[in-house]
């Protein structure tokens, strides 16, 4: 008998990273065909990882490109849809909370192909943010959902969902794992952009809710330029043209650089004497690395980092922000709620079990 086959389908920078952790342990077990949707396209938003981390090649790549959610995601049902009559697989597997998310769980679910989605059960309870929307939708639609946290359970419990439910920890932890001490050995991104450790701040910003609104993009601007430290800003495309397109200026002190790949990024984090981030993945890559996160959001999914005293929430708030980055220092010893680091290990066993029975 051949190996079973999965379709996963990926599309933007934090499923690349996911990937990198899950695919090399799926290649034991299964036949795993990745579909790339385009989503992201920039080389410094996707090639750049799937070199790096080794990633399979895609047998697929769909070129959805950028585009409103309607489009982006009307466009990626239809591509997913023919790609699964052809593989005919007997899982499709997405990650996380993006378009792409939403899109290859909808094609496959109307096609009654099951559903297994990695890093099931968060909610920010804002159901403003379309990865909120994605991710209840998702979730619904899902046969086996792999829960990072226990309050991931809890949130899936509270919809009535407990069936195929399964805590087995992150995979981000699984890969911050494996790959923190091979940034620490290949990553030259200190000397060539003159940083010392713990001497400066890393800053990241794309969320809509904040690139979007040009009064939240300026405030937080604002905080940043407000402080004498030295910051440093790898800038997400959405973020440059929303800064270009409102003329806010950034201060001398604030070093922009263009996204990087992932080995420099962890390196920034892990030598970082703060975090400032809108991001998902780097408010818990800076708990994992033990970094304070300071998070430009009203609300998080990952309230385990704030509960333990290891991020803090400000908003878009400037005096927050200049507030946090001076004084905003964790005290508590750090906690295990992400798992032991075998995340991708349990989930390939457990679809394994799942087709024994
Ligand atoms: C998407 C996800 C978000 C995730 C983020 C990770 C959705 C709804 N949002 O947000 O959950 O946190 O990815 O980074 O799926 N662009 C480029 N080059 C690229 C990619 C994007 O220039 O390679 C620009 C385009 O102008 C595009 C904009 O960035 O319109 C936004 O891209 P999009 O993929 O729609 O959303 P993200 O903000 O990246
Ligand atoms: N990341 C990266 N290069 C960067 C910025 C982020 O490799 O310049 C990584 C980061 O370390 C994390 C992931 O991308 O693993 C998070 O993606 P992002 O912040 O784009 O999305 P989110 O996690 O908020 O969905």
Request: glycine content about 8%.
């Amino acid at each position: 008998m051949g190996k079973l086959k999965i379709v996963t389908i990926l599309g933007a920078r934090p499923q690349f990273i996911k990937a990198a952790a899950v695919s090399s342990v799926f290649s034991e077990h299964f036949e795993e065909i990745l579909v790339h949707t385009g989503q992201h396209y920039d080389p410094n938003m996707s090639d750049v990882f799937f070199e790096e981390l080794h990633i399979p090649k895609p047998k697929y790549h769909l070129e959805i490109g950028s585009g409103s959610h309607g489009v982006m995601t009307g466009a990626m049902l239809t591509k997913i849809e023919e790609v699964l009559e052809t593989e005919k697989p007997a899982f499709v597997l997405v990650y996380g909370d993006t378009n792409s998310t939403l899109a290859g769980a909808l094609a496959a679910s109307k096609m009654l192909i099951p559903v297994i989605h990695v890093e099931a059960g968060l909610r920010s309870f804002n159901k403003a943010m379309p990865e909120e929307q994605n991710r209840i939708l998702t979730d619904h639609i899902s046969q086996l959902l792999f829960a990072p946290t226990q309050t991931a359970v809890k949130n899936l419990k509270h919809e009535g969902i407990s069936n195929g439910v399964h805590l087995v920890g992150d995979v981000m932890y699984d890969g911050i794992l494996y790959f923190s001490d091979i940034a620490r050995k290949k990553s030259t991104i200190l000397s060539t952009l003159g940083l010392s450790e713990k001497k400066y701040i890393l800053c990241t910003v794309h969320r809509a809710e904040n690139t979007n609104d040009p009064e939240r993009l300026k405030s937080i601007v604002n905080g940043l330029n407000a402080v004498r430290e030295k910051i440093v800003l790898p800038l997400h495309p959405r973020t440059k043209k929303c800064l270009q397109v409102y003329g806010i200026q950034l201060a001398d002190h604030i070093q922009v650089i263009d996204p990087l790949g992932y080995l420099d990024i962890v390196m920034l984090e892990a030598s970082a004497k703060k975090i400032v981030t809108d991001s998902g993945g780097i408010q818990k890559e800076a708990f994992f690395l033990g970094v304070p996160c300071i998070t430009l959001r009203e609300e998080t999914e990952w309230v385990e980092t704030v509960e333990n005293g290891w991020n803090v929430l400000v908003g878009a708030d400037e005096q927050k922000i200049v507030g946090a980055i001076m004084g905003f220092n964790p005290r508590e010893e750090r906690s295990d709620y992400f798992g032991k680091g075998n995340a991708a290990a349990e989930i390939a066993a457990i679809i394994r079990n799942t087709l024994k029975n």
